[in-house]
T-cell receptor, first 111, second 115 residues
Framework: RKEVEQDPGPFNVPEGATVAFNCTYS??????FFWYRQDCRKEPKLLMS???SGNEDGRFTAQLNRASQYISLLIRDSKLSDSATYLC????????????FGSGTRLLVRP | DAMVIQNPRYQVTQFGKPVTLSCSQT?????MYWYQQKSSQAPKLLFH???????NEADTPDNFQSRRPNTSFCFLDIRSPGLGDAAMYLC??????????????FGPGTRLTVT
């Protein structure tokens, strides 16, 4: 079983749609959680950290469910510019230096 | 205002010919990382430096080495590149260990082709 699992997609949605991605992690002691965005052939960039209480940044909402060991990302009012791969990332507890990346979920927003 | 710089952006090397990829940072961060990312896969951590302390991942092949001569620079040396080493190599930095929720900043990557 992979340490961080994501549906690879692609999710193909029209502009203005709401789309949600889920991610599951295997290490129940994981402490820090993030969503990164990666455009084609570019580097990953931090989209948002995920806190236990959930957090929102404009059209983006992240939630953490520790009991079920999953993280979600909700994008409202999708824009064409949201088309990218979204990487779920977890801090591995036995090494505070190490992030474990999921393989990413690809989002395509069409006009 | 580039903060993590990688050179070159594209590198072509021949099978078995040693190659060095470079990374520099203007953030004065203590931790520097090297990742390998193949197409449609997650970035895979190869090793990292916390200041001068080198930490190798258990599954990183001996073919991959790294040097950090000072805070700003870190190098990835591939001693004998094979076709399977063709990938994007990403350098990243963080101020402190990630347990304190410090963000990790990535460079633009070097895309390595092995012919």
């Amino acid at each position: 079983r992979k340490e961080v699992e994501q549906d690879p997609g692609p999710f193909n949605v029209p502009e203005g749609a709401t789309v949600a991605f889920n991610c599951t992690y295997s290490n129940s002691a994981s402490q820090s959680f993030f969503w990164y965005r990666q455009d084609c052939r570019k580097e990953p960039k931090l989209l948002m950290s995920v806190y236990s209480s959930g957090n929102e940044d404009g059209r983006f909402t992240a939630q953490l469910n520790r009991a079920s060991q999953y993280i979600s990302l909700l994008i409202r009012d999708s824009k064409l510019s949201d088309s990218a791969t979204y990487l779920c990332v977890v801090n591995q507890m036995d090494s505070s230096y190490k992030l474990i990346f999921g393989s990413g979920t690809r989002l395509l927003v069409r006009p | 205002d580039a903060m993590v710089i990688q050179n070159p952006r594209y590198q072509v090397t021949q099978f078995g010919k040693p190659v060095t990829l470079s990374c520099s940072q203007t953030l004065n961060h203590n931790v520097m990382y090297w990742y390998q990312q193949k197409s449609s896969q997650a970035p895979k951590l190869l090793f990292h430096y916390y200041d001068k302390d080198f930490n190798n991942e258990a599954d990183t092949p001996d073919n991959f080495q790294s040097r950090r001569p000072n805070t700003s620079f870190c190098f990835l040396d591939i001693r004998s590149p094979g076709l399977g080493d063709a990938a994007m190599y990403l350098c990243a930095t963080s101020r402190e260990p990630l347990g304190s929720r410090n963000e990790q900043y990535f460079g633009p990557g070097t895309r390595l082709t092995v012919t």
